[in-house]
């Protein structure tokens, strides 16, 4: 499966913004999707995840409240709906992908198969 982030920019703080991921290649019905940053000089971090029946979502700390993950099987889209965005919000954002049954996703980056490239967001007055 293929995947491609896009929505990023640059935003003030406090406003909204909402990632796209879409997948080529596969349906994405049995694939866990998750949302992976990276900031400047940072790791790469997990921010939200959503299993593949939509049962088990997965927020970082430092997002939840203010984002919101969500899929759609039928256009091989995820999206991340970031709102309240603050400047530590700053960071390319990846989406990923691994196949998997279960009601539960993964919070690690070694979990994910497949990558998109990834898409920047900068929170910045």
């Known amino acids: 499966v293929q995947l491609q982030a896009y929505g990023g920019g640059l935003v003030q703080p406090g406003v909204s913004l909402r990632l796209s991921c879409a997948a080529s290649g596969y349906t994405l019905n049995y694939y866990v999707i998750g949302w992976f940053r990276q900031a400047p000089g940072k790791e790469r971090e997990g921010v939200s995840c959503?299993?593949?029946?939509?049962?088990?979502?997965y927020y970082a700390d430092s997002v939840k409240g203010r984002f919101a993950i969500s899929r759609d099987n039928a256009k091989k889209k995820v999206y991340l709906q970031m709102n309240s965005l603050k400047p530590e919000d700053t960071a390319v954002y990846y989406c990923?992908?691994?196949?998997?049954?279960?009601?539960?996703?993964?919070?690690?980056?070694?979990?994910?198969?497949?990558w998109g490239q990834g898409t920047l967001v900068t929170v910045s007055s």
């Open positions: 990923a992908a691994y196949y998997s049954g279960r009601d539960y996703c993964e919070r690690e980056v070694i979990s994910y198969d497949y």
């Open positions: 959503i299993s593949s029946s939509d049962d088990s979502i």
